[in-house]
C-alpha cells in the first residue's frame, strides 16, 4: 500500500506544482498589468515540470 502512493505521488505532486507555479504566474502577471509571450510560459511550465518531477523521483527513491 506504501508503494503505491508513493508511485501515485510521484504522478501527482509534479502536475499540481506546476499548475500552482503556471496560475500563480498568471495572476502576477494580471495583476502588474505585464505581457510575456505564451511560448514563454509553456517552455518555463514543461522546464518545471520536469524538475519537480525529478525532485519528486529522488524524494521517493529515498521513501522507498
Same mark, same amino acid.
Given at each position: 500500500?506504501? $508503494? /503505491? ?12 506544482? *506546476? ?6 504566474? /498568471?495572476? *502576477?502577471?494580471?495583476? *502588474?498589468? $505585464? *505581457? /510575456?509571450?505564451?511560448?514563454? &510560459? ?10 519537480? &518531477? ?11
Amino acid at each position: 500500500m506504501r $508503494r /503505491i502512493l508513493l508511485i501515485a505521488l510521484v504522478a501527482a505532486v509534479p502536475v499540481a506544482a *506546476t499548475a500552482l507555479m503556471y496560475a500563480i504566474s /498568471i495572476f *502576477t502577471l494580471q495583476a *502588474t498589468n $505585464r *505581457t /510575456i509571450a505564451p511560448q514563454v &510560459l509553456h517552455y518555463s511550465a514543461a522546464a518545471e515540470y520536469g524538475v519537480f &518531477l525529478f525532485l519528486m523521483i529522488l524524494d521517493v527513491k529515498n521513501r522507498w
